[in-house]
């Protein structure tokens, strides 16, 4: 069960097979936090915000954006790097979001008017879902957290100017 690490070269528009630099890696799920590989590389530098993919057997099973990084040197050069990738919902972290949303808007709705702040994302796979029994003013969250109260459903972490809590219903 080989695994393969890769980073996307921007310039070259193609993947480059970084496994042989690789010394460590690690690919975690979890349900509290997004999904993240954490790997160190020797004798390489990374950037900020670079794409990544780690394969196994040639399936994809793990995409997303290097998020954070520490780097040693020796001699005025890269001597490792230790690197955590996070999924692209890492992304919608950085989105502070300002909405209201009335009576009656479902779920899918929701998530499709929060991934749009992304460009290409493909969300024809999002069903509509439950809808909201009362308003929902969001004020000054992060889009990511947002996403995250409506795929708990039930109770939202948000409430209306009355202090209701926001509740989907089917």
Not at 58 to 67: H, Q
Not at 88 to 98: A, K
Not at 128 to 156: F, Y
Request: hydrophobic share 40%; glycine share 8%; net charge negative.
């Amino acid at each position: 069960m080989p695994l393969t690490l890769e980073l996307y070269d921007e310039s070259a528009d193609s993947w480059i097979d970084k496994t042989r630099s690789c010394v460590r890696l690690r690919h975690s799920v979890s349900s509290r936090e997004l999904e993240f590989v954490e790997f160190e590389l020797v004798e390489e530098d990374v950037d900020i915000g670079r794409r990544v993919r780690v394969k196994r057997d040639g399936e994809t099973v793990f995409e997303g954006i290097v998020y954070e990084r520490s780097r040693r040197w020796r001699g005025g050069r890269p001597a490792a790097v230790k690197v955590i990738a996070y999924s692209y919902l890492i992304l919608y972290d950085r989105h502070v979001v300002y909405r209201l949303y009335p009576v009656g808007t479902r779920a899918g709705e929701i998530i499709r008017d929060l991934a749009s702040l992304e460009d290409g994302v493909d969300v024809s796979n999002v069903d509509d879902g439950d809808s909201l029994l009362s308003p929902w003013k969001i004020e000054n969250e992060p889009a990511l957290e947002v996403m995250r109260s409506v795929a708990r459903g039930g109770q939202l972490l948000a409430s209306d100017e009355a202090g209701a809590e926001t509740v989907f219903q089917a």
